[in-house]
């Protein structure tokens, strides 16, 4: 059964870094792809970027220039560099891996300050 485990959420002040990493347990096949949503309070879940399998990437505009998706196939893992955060980008964050089906972690929160 594959599972998702998310890690590296947490408080950032504005303008500062964050990355989060995604791994999949369960699966030894490559999943076509592999990405990140995130959900703000009251808001619905939201597309932030996507990676292909071969490496084919798609960003939200508002985070276009900002963000920067990556994956290692070899770990099944998906990464999301996330630089000039503003608190506009305060949500909590779930990868999303492809293989058949969709499949989500359990989400990740990410607090912006002022």
């Known amino acids: 059964q594959v599972q998702l485990v998310e890690s590296g959420g947490g408080l950032v002040q504005a303008g500062g870094s964050l990355r989060l990493s995604c791994a999949a347990s369960?699966?030894?096949?490559?999943?076509?792809?592999m990405g990140w949503y995130r959900q703000a309070p009251g808001e619905q879940r939201k597309l932030v970027a996507t990676i292909t399998s071969s490496g084919l990437t798609n960003y939200a505009g508002s985070v276009k220039g900002r963000f920067t998706i990556s994956r290692d196939n070899a770990k099944n893992t998906v990464y999301l560099q996330m630089n000039s955060l503003k608190p506009e980008d305060t949500a909590d964050y779930y990868c999303y891996f492809w293989q058949q089906r969709p499949y989500w972690g359990q989400g990740t929160q990410v607090t912006v300050s002022s």
């Open positions: 369960g699966s030894s096949d490559s999943f076509n792809v």
